[in-house]
């Protein structure tokens, strides 16, 4: 899971649990400031939480082997186990869109934040122009601004709005007693931060619940110091039934007239709470030790699995390792200190990652003490792994895999690539869909498969990888040369895999990708000229050399 889609899911669980205590807890308590406390601590603590490291909590765990579950078949020229276990590469109409759902996610996510925040600031903006509208005066650093046929008195920050005209003058004085306690004990800052929280997290629906609890109790704060401080408290309460108003304008204000009228007049009636129930303010403390661990139970096994451990292996002493689109900036640091333990020195001269974060373009080497490596160089874009390995009397670095390379490291790379990894075999039962079956497609290549006579008479040998594919409806697709130790040999394959006759349907709907090998040798005066690898190819095609 990406990791700004963990922050979300953490925050959100966080949020809710101090929701939930509020409610369970301090909702009908009469302790307004500290519930006000308690729930600007929900918006705080929820944000910063998941921010911070909580290594005491992280409990051990033993990472699995990559590819546990996923069985890939790898063309024989991959690996020297005889055994062959089945494929897994599916792909649908829908694959494209799975391939950039995070960006997708994120721009939808951004857009919601993006429109809220507007919305908000257009609020600002309509607040700005009433402010410019009315007739202003000022009385103790509080401003008062009247505007004839206001629908509805308010207070922003430090100032009030209201129509002088509009109110008997008791009912004038309760208004302006509530929203002078809204500035003074600034309200505002409270709607402000919660409305900005919200805008972030607007996913999180235990966010906007917490808001309007804010909203309720700065209202009861404002109405205990009216209440407090007049001489007739029903007269007031009498006040907000006249003046109750169903909707709220705006947002982000303090309003008079809010459609908490019924809550607002029972806590203005309820017994003040016992001074001896604010121990329960301490359960604040296990709350957040509990959100720590339920945080930490909850991190990303892909975040806490190294770079060393996704891309780097160690077979029979050889080293072996892999850098795909996917690979991160961490895991990459993660690798050159793994491989710096073995004294082999990874090296990166260049660098550079689409908006997405995907490696485009790469340019590095790989050395130790017992061979060294070349600098690789890829530009455009990385859809296929880059491999490398590092033994004892040789090593090697190139796009596709090696004979030898780990399955572990070949099923992540084809997990990373979308299933485009090139040099691995997605299935290993499509030879049974072919017409006639494994023997018909050995005896088809036999058959029609030639050496270039170019290549004969100019003594070339070596091995062609090429790679095509076969669609749900049994079409072949995509056929090209990988590897060819001359042109006309690669174009020879191919014009072979072009010719093959469709595949049968698959039943599940699945597009697979095959990796095929041919190697290309002569025979002179009774001794083989072949190249590298000519061990483990699919099919061999032999002539006659020059004598």
């Known amino acids: 899971m990406p990791t700004l889609f963990l922050y979300i899911l953490q925050a959100s669980g966080a949020m809710a649990l101090f929701y939930l205590l509020y409610i369970s807890c301090f909702r009908k308590e009469t302790f307004y400031r500290y519930n006000r406390i308690l729930l600007l601590s929900a918006f705080i603590f929820s944000a910063l939480l998941p921010l911070l490291p909580v290594p005491a909590m992280h409990w051990s765990k033993i990472v699995a082997p990559e590819g546990g579950n996923t069985q890939v078949y790898f063309a024989d020229h991959l690996h020297n186990s005889p055994a062959h276990t089945n494929v897994v590469a599916v792909t649908h109409w829908w694959d494209p869109l799975l391939a950039h759902s995070t960006t997708i996610l994120l721009a939808i996510y951004a857009a919601v934040a993006l429109s809220l925040a507007i919305i908000h600031g257009l609020q600002l903006l309509k607040i700005n122009r009433l402010a410019k509208s009315g007739y202003v005066y000022s009385r103790n650093r509080i401003r008062y601004i009247h505007i004839e046929k206001l629908a509805a008195p308010f207070s922003f920050l430090n100032t009030i709005f209201i129509d002088h005209n509009a109110y008997e003058y008791t009912e004038f004085m309760h208004i302006l007693q509530h929203e002078e306690a809204h ?9 402000l931060f919660s409305a900005f929280y919200c805008c972030l997290f607007w996913i999180n629906p235990f966010a906007w619940r917490c808001k309007k609890a804010l909203q309720l109790n700065l209202e009861f704060l404002a109405d205990d110091a009216v209440v407090t401080s007049s001489l007739a408290p029903v007269d007031y309460q009498y006040s907000l039934l006249r003046l109750g108003t169903p909707r709220t304008p705006v947002a982000i204000v303090s309003h008079f007239s809010k459609s908490f009228i019924k809550n607002r007049i029972l806590m203005m009636n309820k017994t003040q709470s016992p001074r001896l129930r604010t121990w329960r303010y301490l359960l604040l403390l296990p709350v957040l030790a509990l959100t720590a661990g339920l945080l930490s139970a909850t991190t990303n096994d892909a ?14 002493g050889v080293v072996h390792g892999m850098i795909t689109r996917l690979t991160t900036d961490q895991d990459l640091a993660d690798m050159k200190a793994a491989l710096a333990a073995k004294d082999i020195h990874l090296s990166l001269h260049a660098l550079k990652r689409s908006a997405s974060g995907e490696i485009i373009y790469i340019k590095f080497d790989v050395k130790d003490k017992r061979s060294g490596l070349a600098d690789e160089t890829l ?3 990385l859809i296929s792994p880059l491999y490398f390995y ?13 004979k030898h390379t780990p399955k572990s490291l070949l099923a992540r790379a084809l997990k990373e690539s979308n299933g ?6 997605t299935d290993s039962t499509y030879l049974s869909r072919f017409p006639g079956g494994e023997e018909a497609y050995k005896r088809t290549f036999a058959k029609n498969l030639r050496y270039p006579r170019y290549c004969q008479e ?3 040998v070596g091995e062609v990888m090429a790679q095509y594919t076969i669609l749900a409806n ?11 130790p001359d042109k006309t040999m690669g174009e020879e394959v191919k014009r072979v895999i072009k010719a093959l006759p469709s595949f049968k349907p698959d039943a599940e709907g699945k ?24 061990e483990s190819a699919d099919i061999t095609v032999v002539a006659y050399g020059k004598k």
């Open 303 to 316: 975040i806490r699995q190294s770079g060393a451990d996704k891309y780097l292996t160690t077979e029979n």
């Open 458 to 460: 100019n003594d070339i």
């Open 390 to 402: 590092l033994g004892p009397d040789e090593s090697g670095i190139g796009p596709m895999p090696f």
């Open 420 to 425: 485009q990894a090139r040099g691995i075999t």
């Open 474 to 484: 049994g079409t072949i697709e995509n056929a090209e040369v990988l590897i060819a």
């Open 379 to 381: 530009d455009g874009p």
């Open 183 to 191: 500035v003074k004990q600034y309200h505002s800052v409270d709607m």
């Open 511 to 534: 597009i697979v990708t095959v990796t095929l090998t041919a190697d290309f040798m002569l025979e002179q005066d009774g001794k083989f000229h072949k190249g590298p690898g000519s």
